[in-house]
T-cell receptor, first 109, second 112 residues
Framework: KNEVEQSPQNLTAQEGEFITINCSYS?????LHWLQQHPGGGIVSLFM???GKKKHGRLIATINIQEKHSSLHITASHPRDSAVYIC???????????FGQGTELSVKP | NAGVMQNPRHLVRRRGQEARLRCSPM?????VYWYRQLPEEGLKFMVY????????ESGMPKERFSAEFPKEGPSILRIQQVVRGDSAAYFC??????????FGSGTRLTVV
């Protein structure tokens, strides 16, 4: 079993829909990151969370430390949100990241 | 990803050649991580370096791979005698204050 599990692996939505991507992890962490990667592109950090909730524009990220679970929400989705979204947890020691397999999101106009 | 510079963006090597991937973090940032993304797979940790020191190389293959981060100049990931299975995207990242991460744009290595 992977230390970081994401669901779903693939997601197709219509423009305007509310989207949720889930992440569960099984190791002790100091923080959790949500990352975005476009095809053939680089990786952009969207959020870093250690507790609670953060919001940036149409993106919202939450984390429940006790349940070892995080969610990324996109409100009013748009085709430009189409990308791979990756959950990554930061180990307590050393700060290296352990990644989920990613969720490939496609938003149709 | 202007903060962390990686070059080259694309690198083609023939089997048996050497590949050198370079990473320059933002000025003043001395914690560098290398990650590898194999085709159709997730990102995996390779090595964590600070200036002149390898802190954690638990993700590095035992042979042909090495990394350094000298006092002056960029961090280098070196792959000797490349094989087709080394074809992947290699990302460098700098850890910033408070645990934040900035990734480079990656080097896409193709071994032919």
């Amino acid at each position: 079993k992977n230390e970081v599990e994401q669901s779903p692996q693939n997601l197709t939505a219509q423009e305007g829909e509310f989207i949720t991507i889930n992440c569960s992890y099984s190791v002790g962490i100091s923080a959790l990151h949500w990352l975005q990667q476009h095809p053939g592109g680089g990786i952009v950090s969207l959020f870093m969370l250690s507790s609670g909730k953060k919001k940036h524009g149409r993106l919202i990220a939450t984390i429940n430390i006790q349940e070892k679970h995080s969610s990324l929400h996109i409100t009013a989705s748009h085709p430009r949100d189409s990308a791979v979204y990756i959950c990554a947890v930061m180990e307590n020691q050393g700060g290296k990241l352990i990644f989920g397999q990613g969720t490939e999101l496609s938003v149709k106009p | 990803n202007a903060g962390v510079m990686q070059n080259p963006r694309h690198l083609v090597r023939r089997r048996g050649q050497e590949a050198r991937l370079r990473c320059s973090p933002m000025k003043g940032h001395s914690h560098v991580y290398w990650y590898r993304q194999l085709p159709e797979e997730g990102l995996k940790f390779m090595v964590y370096l600070q200036k002149e020191n390898i802190i954690d190389e638990s993700g590095m293959p035992k042979e042909r791979f090495s990394a350094e981060f000298p006092k002056e100049g960029p961090s280098i990931l070196r792959i000797q005698q490349v094989v087709r299975g080394d074809s992947a995207a290699y990302f460098c990242a700098a850890r910033t204050g408070g645990g934040g991460y900035t990734f480079g744009s990656g080097t896409r290595l193709t071994v032919v």
